[in-house]
Nanobody, 116 residues
Framework: QVQLVESGGGLVQPGGSLRLACAAS????????MGWYRQAPGKQRELVAT???????NYAESVKGRFTISRDNAKKALYLQMNSLKPEDTAVYYC??????????WGQGTQVTVSS
């Protein structure tokens, strides 16, 4: 059974940095596109960034130049480096992985709060 477990969230001041990690229970070679999504209170879940198996990346306009997504096949992990954080980045961040053959998997989420 595929499990995705996020970590690295927390409380940070505006302008600070956090690095989120998503650990998979299976080899991430099983996945095509992986990504990070977020959901703020009262808002719909939105895409933050995605990365394909070949390493191509895509970012939401609101995070371009500040966030970097990466994947480490050997460690079975997906990462999101977040710099220059803003209060509007506050949300629950979710890891997503789409199976090459089938399946769309989600983690349980990790809270990121940007506040002074």
């Amino acid at each position: 059974q595929v499990q995705l477990v996020e970590s690295g969230g927390g409380l940070v001041q505006p302008g600070g940095s956090l690095r989120l990690a998503c650990a998979a229970s299976v080899s991430i070679f099983n996945f095509g596109t992986m990504g990070w999504y977020r959901q703020a209170p009262g808002k719909q879940r939105e895409l933050v960034a995605t990365i394909t198996g070949g390493g191509s990346t895509n970012y939401a306009e609101s995070v371009k130049g500040r966030f970097t997504i990466s994947r480490d096949n050997a460690k079975k992990a997906l990462y999101l480096q977040m710099n220059s954080l803003k209060p509007e980045d506050t949300a629950v961040y979710y890891c997503n992985a789409r199976g090459i053959i089938a399946g769309d998997f989600w983690g349980q989420g990790t809270q990121v709060t940007v506040s002074s």
